[in-house]
Nanobody, 121 residues
Framework: QVQLVESGGGLVQAGGSLRLSCAASGSIFSINTMGWYRQAPGKQRELVATISSGGITNYADSVKGRFTISRDNAKNTVWVDMNSLEPEDTAVYYC???????????????WGQGTQVTVSS
């Protein structure tokens, strides 16, 4: 069993900052990529940021320069530091991991339960 548990969501003022964290646990051999996605009401889920096991990052244009994604491979954790938050950032944020549970298995995608981020103006 694999679990991804997010924390750090909440209400923040526009222009403020917030850190979201995600910890992966369970039967894990290795994690390829970890990242964050978000979904606003009535919209499709979209990529926020990803980071590979080697530290290569990828950001959505809408958050580039404001958000920073990081990970700790030893702890199977990933977090994103969100700065200069805007009301448009309001969404449910989901942690994602592309990982394998065994040396000989293929990569599979796992999702957290989501955490609400609300940015007030």
């Amino acid at each position: 069993q694999v679990q991804l548990v997010e924390s750090g969501g909440g209400l923040v003022q526009a222009g403020g900052s917030l850190r979201l964290s995600c910890a992966a646990s369970g039967s894990i051999f290795s994690i390829n990529t970890m990242g964050w996605y978000r979904q606003a009401p009535g919209k499709q889920r979209e990529l926020v940021a990803t980071i590979s096991s080697g530290g290569i990052t990828n950001y959505a244009d809408s958050v580039k320069g404001r958000f920073t994604i990081s990970r700790d491979n030893a702890k199977n954790t990933v977090w994103v530091d969100m700065n200069s938050l805007e009301p448009e950032d309001t969404a449910v944020y989901y942690c994602n991991a592309l990982l394998r549970t065994q040396r000989w298995s293929s990569d599979a995608s796992y999702w957290g339960q989501g955490t609400q981020v609300t940015v007030s103006s």
